[in-house]
């Protein structure tokens, strides 16, 4: 079966640095995936990780640990359109596998 | 910037009415999946699709749905005998390379669905 498991609601400061943890139990794997989506919006991509290690894209950096079933999104330099809810995704094959989404409050 | 199109953005239909959701895709893109989200809850893959056939199907994608690729360009998805709980945002995706490489899937800006 898949499991993905994230926390359900963070809160944290305008220009503070958040981590949102996922951990997955997963049949088979061909990456994993962190999308951003705002309310009544489609997901957009964030980062790709299907080797171990740490990925980084400007404020943004995913983790992944294969053989912990773990990941990580870190998120740097929190601005208050940050404010959105983040989906921790798992491909295997065709198909993707979606964790609830962390919803991230930015508060001033 | 190229982008996925989905059509039309809002549909209503009576419950047992079938439906067909139009997406355009990216015009380079070789892979296309259908996910939904019901209101308030996580996004579900429904369905991926290469080479004009189904690549994968999640047990959400029984008899009364179906895909076509009618053309070059559209990619569709059809509720034969839609039911209430079928009311949710259909998203379209595609992506430029095969799963499980680096590759992101574009996501449309959905398809809010209610059935009645």
Known sequence: GQNIDQPTEMTATEGAIVQINCTYQTSGFNGLFWYQQHAGEAPTFLSYNVLDGLEEKGRFSSFLSRSKGYSYLLLKELQMKDSASYLCAVRNAGKSTFGDGTTLTVKP | ?116
């Open chain 2, 1 to 116: 910037e190229p982008e996925v199109t989905q059509t039309p953005s809002h549909q209503v239909t009576q419950m047992g009415q079938e439906v067909i959701l139009r997406c355009v895709p990216i015009s380079n893109h070789l892979y296309f999946y259908w996910y939904r989200q019901i209101l308030g809850q996580k996004v579900e893959f429904l369905v991926s699709f290469y080479n004009n056939e189904i690549s994968e199907k999640s047990e959400i994608f029984d008899d009364q749905f179906s895909v076509e690729r009618p053309d070059g360009s559209n990619f569709t998805l059809k509720i034969r005998s839609t039911k209430l709980e079928d009311s949710a945002m259909y998203f379209c995706a595609s992506s430029e390379s095969a799963p499980g490489a680096a590759t992101e899937a574009f996501f449309g800006q959905g398809t809010r669905l209610t059935v009645v």
